[in-house]
């Protein structure tokens, strides 16, 4: 286990995201390796739906948008996050974002895999 940990620890960018040969963006796997300015700055974004119970819908759903920009952001670093439990923000939320083609998956073959992660399709420019 311990070779395996110091891989990934060497296949992370200076924020600390995972990278990964399959993906074209870095991943944010794990909240505790992002750097300090990163983390601070995924924490601002969610600071609304992070400590207020309920929110609106699209205060969620824009949220998500921006945590998602420029990178992969797994379902558990998400949930954690907005303080939401990974299965009510899947299921009522990124499976409906993905369907209107907002955020894509890492993993579009295996939706369900324990990894997956999401991140946010840039409208194409007419």
Do not use: W
């Amino acid at each position: 286990m311990g070779s395996t940990s110091r891989n990934l620890a060497e296949n992370r960018d200076p924020l600390g995201c995972l990278i990964s040969e399959q993906l074209s963006l870095p991943v944010v796997d794990e909240l505790e390796p992002l750097s300090e300015a990163l983390r601070s700055r995924l924490e601002v974004m969610a600071s609304e739906p992070c400590s207020m119970g309920k929110v609106d819908r699209q205060v969620l759903i824009d949220v998500v948008s921006q945590l998602c920009e420029g990178r992969f952001v797994t379902l558990r670093c998400l949930a954690e996050l907005v303080k939401r439990k990974p299965d009510t923000l899947r299921d009522q939320y990124l499976k409906s974002l993905v369907r209107q083609r907002k955020i894509r998956l890492a993993s579009p073959r295996t939706p369900n895999h324990e990894r997956q992660a999401y991140t946010t399709v840039k409208p194409s420019t007419p």
